[in-house]
């Protein structure tokens, strides 16, 4: 099989971790397979380098940060490289620019446009173990840039995509993808698959094991993902298209997002086009809306509620009450102390009564909801920020008590 | 003027020295001149690099060490750029792989084969400072390569050549060339000038300035060099193929070398071909052998003796004892308590007396010659190792003492 493995900064913090990591990858090889191995930078390698650039400059040009950082990965895949080299396996370490990892120009978030097999293919004919530094890329002048948060993620499947690997390990800190957060929620489980579609929704409502861009890249090109533990030898969770249905199994997971702000505005004339300006107006400002709710309000006028990111909450809330009169709408109010709790399940779409069966929990706890947002795997409400935990609690009882 | 400027290791060790150097190159380039700027690692980054390779694997392969201390330079060059970026000016910087600074594939002391110009050329013509990562190449595979010690004043040196700049700045912790160490000599003068014949002989026989392989290329390829401090602003020393004859100055610098031993090999029969194999056999053993003095023994014999430096005196004494009978000598032994002091100056070819002057300074301070070598531009004595500092103030107060 050709494996591509990875693993991150915390992995790789010190020579001991290094030299664990090394035993996983060599079991690897010698188990037979070919084993492509992307690195993260160091432990706190990345933020001691921006103290370096920040206390020269603080507003450095994003090409000399990225030309900065990519330093990291490389000093990652050369100590490997040497972990390995001393267990006697047949080893070489590889930069972006040696494998020819393209991007677009968009420096510190640049995107990979492709990969050029030739060097990776030419190394694993040699049975050699490859080290690939993870996080980097180089744009159509040559010049070096780094893909963003999750990058490192992305480069593994990127290379898994275009070497067809039989399988892309992400290796974390946890054992796998949960139905809900096992630090705060009892009997939680691990999931042994999932499905692309779930995983993304679950990652985008907060679950921060894999980054968006590597799971919809892994969709897009039917990489093979597994998301597994450094620290413990055992299967973790397999992300693919179509899982066998357990047929227990209703939803796949359960997550939380305090980081929620509602706005509601009040009055709005009931006329064509009115609620497209608000959304308008919020987009031209570049801020995200999540769940919308428009109702009908007294004497011919409607009522839209949505939220926001918290950190957008102010901006949303400004750039509206600037064109209050534009709209035309009798008050505008912020709600902060929401939370937003969302089911997840590609299951859910063949078996109605999933959303009842949340709110059922949800009314038993004495949780009141104050809106509602479903997707065709997904159903999201909003409450009281306090009560999240309660709420989070009592729908995983719901669902995985037996 | 098209100006190539070097900067070391100590000279950007930490944001204040980073700032300090980019005023001497943002000075040059506001002065209207083209600037290509190379750069070393900072201060101890190569040493701690070689720390966490060493704590891993002491044994680790010399391509996996160039990819890791490769590193070092990358971040000089970036911080370096944000350091300019910050005062308003137009800067990029690049590494040996974006410049295509080709080398052969000796690992950590590779020789520089070739230097594109295109992307250079490309930047300097859009008004760009441009900053290289020094000491680093690329070899024939595309893997990275290090240049070994005096490797970022070699890439330096290269690229002024390619570039056919108009002067390659060597910015070192001292003011320019000496007379003779001014730290230990009383009276030791900056040279305003010095041949690229006399700056050869001055480095092999210890004076630290620059290296070798530096000096050699700019020979080569009629760089004009000059060696100037990064911490006083006046001009320094200026290396080139002939210097203006100064009546007064004979010689253009006293050397002193404690590295050295002497091993005399007494009782060699007088037969021909028998001094030839004691070299012979060093020559195998790949042990440099400086001054040789043969002189006659008793009963048609004669005596060798000869001056290796002292890490190689053990090997050259064990692999001669060796061929004990092969070459027929009586006894070998080995004095380690020598020095040798040499005189340097291009002048001296056309003025003769210099070397008699030297003996009279040594007579005069009662200081016994074991051995005397002489080259066109050189005249070298072997002494007691304790003599040596009075030795050279001696020397240097006969010819520099008005």
Known sequence: MLIVQKFGGSSVADAAKI??????????????????????????????LL????????DASK???????????QISIALMAMALEKMGLPVVSLTAWQIGLKTDCEHTKARI????????????DKRRIVLVAGFQGIDQFDDVTTLGRGGSDTTAVAIAAVLHADKCQIYTDVEGVYTADPRKVDGARKLDEITFDEMLELASLGAQVLHNRSVEMAKRYSVNLEVLSSYVK???????????????????????????????????????????????????AKINVDIILQSVGKDHTNDISFTVASSDSQAAYDVISEYKDVIGFESISMDEDIAKVSIVGAGMISCPGIAAMMFEALSNAEINIKM????????SVLIEERLADTAVQAIHKKFFSN
Chains 1, 2 share one sequence.
């Open 113 to 124: 446009r492709r990969i050029s097999t030739e060097r990776l293919r030419r190394e694993l």
């Open 234 to 284: 055992k299967p973790g969770t397999i992300v693919k298209e179509v899982v066998k249905q357990v047929e227990q199994m209703k939803i796949s997971g359960i997550a939380k997002d305090c980081n929620v702000t509602r706005i509601a505005i009040v009055g709005i004339p009931d006329e064509p086009g009115k609620a497209f300006k608000v959304f308008m107006v919020l987009a031209k």
């Open 19 to 48: 030299e664990r990591v090394a035993r996983i990858i060599a079991e690897t090889y010698r188990d037979g397979n070919e084993v492509v191995v992307v690195l993260s930078a160091q432990g706190d390698t990345t933020d001691d």
């Open 63 to 73: 090409r000399e940060l990225d030309m900065l950082l990519s330093t990291g990965e």
């Open 51 to 58: 103290a370096k650039a920040a206390e020269i400059n603080p």
């Open 372 to 379: 509602i947002s479903t997707s065709e795997i997904k159903v």
